[in-house]
């Protein structure tokens, strides 16, 4: 029963751990088949993510004491899903090339600052 028990946390680990990940890139290659006029929309569904997801995601990386590294792509996610919130509500005027650049700008300035204030 203990076997199963730590073999059942090992698995959940795992997905903690990587979900965002996956999450991370598959929301940028979403934006960049946009920006190729390449529109699945029903993707968008499948890798979607809200905010109450997201807050249970940083806040099991914070419980389970995950290196910055793996709470990187949940911050990315986080700053992106603020800025898509305000796009869609207030509206920004940029194109899908300022949109997929922003999105990219955004990605290194986060990983510049959690290389140097973590390091």
Known sequence: MESKLITEF??????????????AITNFMYLFLQFLSIDLAFVGGIIGIGFLPLTFLIIASFVF????????P????????AFCLFDFYVGI??????LLT???FLFIILVILLIKFKT
């Open 102 to 104: 922003l999105h990219t």
């Open 93 to 98: 005027p940029l194109t899908l090339f300022g």
């Open 10 to 23: 090992k698995y959940l680990m795992w997905v903690l751990k990587y979900t965002p990940i996956v999450l």
């Open 74 to 81: 949940l911050y990315y996610l986080g700053v992106m899903q």
């Open 65 to 72: 004491k995950f290196c910055v590294w793996h709470r990187l």
